[in-house]
């Protein structure tokens, strides 16, 4: 069938099938083993359960006709029943300790491939989604697979072996029963299904709805000094109460499917192990209607048969319990498809740069186009002189961050860019971002020290280099009332300083770096006018002899600039193919 005319959900199924067989392969030797020793168990059981069988009949011969050699068979029966409680538990035990490490592995290495993939992806990973959202995605989302690594994927094969081992061993007595146990079986899956097809939907609805709170919550906290300001915190609070609510109705409605499933197995299993005692206890009274005073299964075989009906349910009963586990990986990966659809572009250069002073860039019919098409810069030409400081200004959607993130080496494009009389293409991007300096709108700081966010930018700088830097952006005289200095604690984001105070601690971290190239991706578009003004004033003191491209929607307060560029307007002059 031709997959173009397949269902939109099931080409979505497919999907996170292929990216779940994907995650599982590197541990598909570890899960292999972990399957081996489930089957011992298993094994082990129908041992332990054909041993006490002939235990028990052993001692019903012995209390009618003592024997001291039957004493004797009992004796073995009783050390082999010993040795399967010892090996039966370490088979599970080396079993969960196999599974768990496979989990653990496969999450640790899809962590670091979609750590590596928003890497590679620099600002523009903003395109995937707020932090709060990828971070939610990198640390619950990944989690909840788990479940289907560590528990369903080897139990999808233990459904089929161990019954299929334990009807083989029931046949040997008796074939009827066995025959019960094989017709009885199917049920269980099959209201598995369909009561796991609606836990699915749910689960998906509930790994959306956490998403969206992660990142609501996170855009509140972040912006919780401007919503005080404007005494709009009570508004805020409504908001993170509904999101959460919400969130708490789609985990009840889980946890309802969830439970009702679970009862739907145990009552089929347990008719279906009924059914099969019903059997064998008729039989053994000689009252079936077909065989009357006829005993079908001897004592020995109708208690080894009941002993292992309970196990051949057992695995079907956990399969609907784990089917949970599954719906929820499902879940998980088709809100991380992004992430893992994401096509990354590896900068081709290899060779070495080192810049010793503000160097030239040249931009020649520079163009770049998004995956879907979408031409997110036009061709576009430009010359800037060695220490030359330009603002690139337009509408959104000109292609102003579009260029920067070509000029940081994030995006591939047509055209050629030059740094020196050399294409970037060339070069060692990592070589590249150790000389430019990059400064973008939310300057991005860790809870730490003062100390240790500056450092952030030269993790060598000493610290009289430090105490220089802070006094070029004229927060010296700040640092020094504090208590701690230099070892003053900040909070996530920067959370201890005004915006003004982080974006000169941001200039600092660029000063910190002695870069001869600064890129500047509206720098003060969070700020107030005055504020805006000050920062204004301290770049253009400290960007004397850089080569500087500063992204703004404004022109206001950046009439030291050496030029001034509308995007638009360049294009339209130009007069270039879109591409």
Not at 15 to 22: C, E, F
Request: proline fraction near 5%.
């Amino acid at each position: 069938m031709d997959k173009t005319l397949e269902s939109p959900e099931k080409q979505l199924k497919v999907k996170l099938r292929r990216h779940l067989k994907q995650i599982i392969a590197p541990e598909a030797q570890r899960l292999r083993w972990a399957l081996i020793f489930a089957v011992l168990g298993a094994l082990l059981f129908i041992g332990q359960s054909w041993l006490l069988a002939q235990l028990f009949v052993g001692l019903l011969d012995h209390m009618h006709s003592p024997d001291q050699t039957q004493h004797a068979f009992e004796l073995r029966y009783a050390l082999g029943l010993v040795l399967c409680f010892i090996l039966r538990p370490t088979a599970q035990f080396i079993r969960e300790r196999l599974s768990q490490a496979a989990s653990l592995r496969a999450r640790k290495s899809l962590r670091k491939q979609l750590l590596g993939t928003l890497a590679s992806l620099g600002p523009e990973r903003q395109t995937l989604g707020a932090d709060g959202a990828l971070s939610s995605q990198l640390l619950e989302q990944v989690d909840a697979l788990d479940g289907y690594i560590s528990r369903y994927y080897v139990q999808l094969y233990l459904v089929l072996i161990t019954p299929l081992m334990i009807s083989i061993a029931a046949f040997y007595y008796s074939p009827l029963a066995a025959i019960l146990m094989l017709l009885t079986a199917p049920l269980v899956p099959l209201f598995m299904i369909l009561v796991g097809s609606a836990a699915s939907r749910s689960s998906q609805q509930q790994m959306a709805a956490m998403s969206q709170l992660s990142s609501r919550f996170l855009d509140w906290v972040r912006g919780m000094p401007t919503l005080q300001h404007l005494k709009a915190v009570s508004q805020a609070q409504q908001d993170v109460d509904s999101s959460a609510s919400k969130y708490r109705d789609t985990t009840m409605k889980v946890l309802r499917l969830a439970f009702l499933s679970g009862a739907v197995l145990e009552l089929f299993s347990s008719l279906a192990i009924a059914l099969v005692a019903l059997y064998l206890g008729l039989g053994l009274l000689g009252v079936l209607p077909w065989a009357k005073g006829v005993i079908p299964v001897p004592y020995a075989g109708a208690l080894f048969i009941l002993l292992l009906a309970p196990e051949f349910y057992a695995p079907l009963r956990q399969l609907g319990s784990d089917y949970h586990a599954k719906a929820e990986a499902e879940g998980a990966i088709e809100e991380l498809l992004p992430l893992l659809e994401q096509q990354t572009w590896q900068h081709p250069g290899k060779q070495p740069l080192q810049l010793t002073a503000a160097p030239a860039i040249n931009l020649h019919q520079v163009c770049i186009t998004a995956q879907n098409g979408r031409i997110r810069l036009p061709s576009t030409s430009l010359q800037i002189a060695a220490g030359e400081r330009v603002g690139l200004h337009g509408a959104s959607g000109s292609g102003k961050s579009s260029l920067l993130l070509a000029l940081l080496g994030f995006v591939p494009y047509s055209g050629r860019i030059q740094v020196k009389q050399r294409s970037l293409l060339d070069s060692l991007r990592s070589d590249w971002h150790q000389q430019l300096g990059y400064l973008s709108q939310q300057p991005n700081f860790k809870r730490g020290s003062l100390a240790e966010n500056l450092r952030l930018a030269n993790p060598t700088a000493s610290e009289h280099a430090l105490y220089d830097a802070l006094q070029a952006v004229d927060l010296l005289a700040l640092v020094e009332k504090l208590p701690q200095g230099l070892n003053t604690p900040l909070g996530e984001r920067g959370l201890g300083l005004s915006g003004g105070q982080l974006s000169r601690l941001a200039i600092a971290q660029l000063l910190l770096r002695d870069a001869h190239v600064w890129l500047l991706d509206e720098p003060t578009a969070h700020l107030d006018p005055d504020t805006s003004a000050i920062i204004h004033a301290l770049l253009e003191k400290l960007s004397v002899g850089k080569t500087l491209i500063l992204i703004s929607h404004q022109w206001q307060g950046l009439q030291w600039l050496d030029r001034h560029l509308d995007l638009h307007a360049l294009h339209t002059q130009q007069e270039q193919p879109l591409c």
